[in-house]
């Protein structure tokens, strides 16, 4: 059953905040770190911490979020993530201790651990393929919506908006999620015993390729946890990095991440619109984010010696290792049922929080001890290290090899 026309603009509005506002907090730490740390007295160290505070929620708690959401519906996960994470800014917007930030930001945590299931079970009640990819293309655009919306903030200490100020936007943006969610389409009923959507974009008479989706999961899993590593340190990282090695003000580094989320904000658009035409999603353009995110720290690292290349680099970070979660995570949709999206959902994000998880308190560790050089070279050694589980086999389907069907 097709969705009403109000009820789809809502459910394309809903997933598209659900996912803004669950991982906006990770972004606003970000851009906000330089804020944060001169009001707060926070060092590097120090924010590395607020990140493994924010990130440990959602690994311990994304399989069991996984579960759950088939279980209750991707709407109604939305829907409670929406909440929780608004009201964990709002509390945040009060903090006045770094002890006090991580207290605030846990429950933000705890709902990040539903976004991606939750998301994905809802968009996986679509009746078609290409509607999927449009769910999943609106949904995974609104990370980067995210990473633009808590640039955009940062940059606005310009004009006098501070942290406290962004953060309360932030939970307004929550507020407006909830309500379309209220009002968008259920998912309850759809997908409990369907089995994968078909694929109607193959030729006639050429046959489907076998895939075996508990492989495929593992491969994206190890492939998630790399990238999320590497991902981390710049997301915590880089806009403290522009002021305290490339000499930019507090509000341009802060734009930094309005550059690389805009990036991403208009590849992963781009991407879902390719994949609305084609079932098939290659592992080659996820071997080619790793090695594009390994040249944009390169290039971000080259900053030091000329501020010009850490933008250049914002922008291939935005290009490569912000953009491959939209394919990783349709191909994770078109694994299996949709009633089962949220559980092998919750197993590839956990995997990527994990990575999420660990390096910004190493990283953080690096930069006082031998500096922001080696802290690069940690990063791109993690997108090196995400190339390994795409040797062995393709993540996604195969494109289908010519014949008759048998």
Known sequence: MR????????????????????ILPQFAIGALGPQLRAELDLGPADLGWVFAGLYAFGVLGSPIAGALVDRIGGRRSCLGLLVVSGTSLLLASVATSRSGLI????????????????????????????????L?????????????????????????????????????LALVGAVAAW????????????????????????????????????????????????????????PSFAVDTAGLSIAAAGATTLVFGSTALFCRLGLGLFLRVTTQTDSRLLLMMALGSVAAIAIIAAGAIDATWIWIGAVVFGATGTTWPALAFLAVVRAGPPGGAGRATGWVTAAFYLGLWVTPPIAGRLIVTAGYAWMWVAAAACYLLAVVPLWSARVASRPPVAGPVR
């Open 136 to 172: 999943v293309g609106v949904a995974q655009a609104g990370v980067q919506a995210g990473a633009l919306v808590a640039g955009a903030l940062a940059a606005a200490s310009a004009v006098g908006l501070d942290w406290r100020g962004a953060l309360r936007i932030g939970a307004g």
């Open 103 to 134: 207290l605030a930001m846990l429950p933000a945590g705890a709902a990040m651990a539903f976004a991606n299931p939750g998301t994905n079970r809802w968009a996986s009640a679509a009746s078609t393929a290409r509607g999927q990819a449009a």
């Open 183 to 238: 009002r968008a389409h259920d998912d309850r009923s759809a997908g409990r015993s369907a089995g994968p959507v078909p694929d109607t974009s193959a030729p006639r008479g050429v046959a489907a390729p076998r895939t075996d989706p508990r492989r495929q999961l593992r491969i994206l899993a190890g492939y998630a946890l790399c990238m999320g590593a590497g991902t981390a340190i710049v997301f915590a990282y880089l």
């Open 3 to 22: 969705p009403r026309r109000g009820a789809r603009a809502a459910w394309l509005l809903a997933i598209g905040l659900a996912l803004l506002v669950g």
